[in-house]
């Protein structure tokens, strides 16, 4: 938790393990910049939104008065949530009420980096929530996702994924950079 004006919030790090002790290349850092955010867009969502309990039990297909099992209600009460949750609709009265109560996540964002073998921290970065470039990013990917735009290839600088790609054996980038080394 962070403090900032007689306030806590929740402080979102990301800890990145590192099999070298060699730091993340940019690509690397900007991927988990835009996890991060992502975790932060989700936390401030459900603090400030609603939960669309009427679409969630409809899509399901849940009866939201129906008694939880035995065993349900006991975990619920031995992890201290509560002894009068009967119900999912109880449950979803409170899960709301206990988001409500929680305060927005605390920006700058923290990523750690650290060494796998030790987990002896190789450095930290600390950056600001970009809603912007987050929603710019996200739309970018989801395009392909959606059948709305073609693959690109990887930049030059980035060509040592290729490495590591699943589809390097048909891919023709990779095809175009061998004939190009020989």
């Known amino acids: 938790m962070s403090e900032q004006s007689g306030m806590k919030q929740p402080l979102l790090v990301d800890t990145k393990t ?12 900007r991927n988990a910049r835009l996890q991060l955010m992502c975790y932060k867009f989700l936390w401030d ?4 939104s609603e939960f669309p ?13 129906r008694s939880l099992s035995k065993d349900i209600r006991k975990h619920i009460v031995d992890s201290g949530i ?4 009967q119900s999912l609709n109880d449950l ?12 927005l996540a605390h920006t700058p964002l923290l990523i750690r980096y650290e060494l796998q073998a030790d987990r ?10 970009d809603k912007s470039w987050m929603e710019n990013r996200l739309r970018w990917h989801l395009q392909y996702w959606l059948g709305k735009r073609a693959a690109d290839f990887v930049p030059e600088d980035e060509c040592w994924k290729c490495q590591h790609c699943s589809f390097s054996a048909v891919c023709p980038k990779v095809k175009l950079l061998s004939q190009e080394e020989e």
């Not at 969502?45 to 400030?48: A, D, K």
């Not at 002896?120 to 929530?129: C, I, M, Q, T, V």
């Open 120 to 129: 002896s921290l190789l450095g930290e970065e600390e950056f600001s929530f």
């Open 92 to 103: 979803i009265k409170l899960y709301r009420s206990t988001c409500k109560s929680l305060p």
């Open 45 to 48: 969502n459900i603090v400030t």
């Open 82 to 85: 509560g002894k009068k949750v």
């Open 53 to 65: 309990s009427s679409s969630f039990f409809q899509y399901f297909g849940l009866r939201p008065q």
């Open 18 to 29: 590192r099999s070298r002790a060699a730091p993340p290349s940019e690509p690397q850092k």
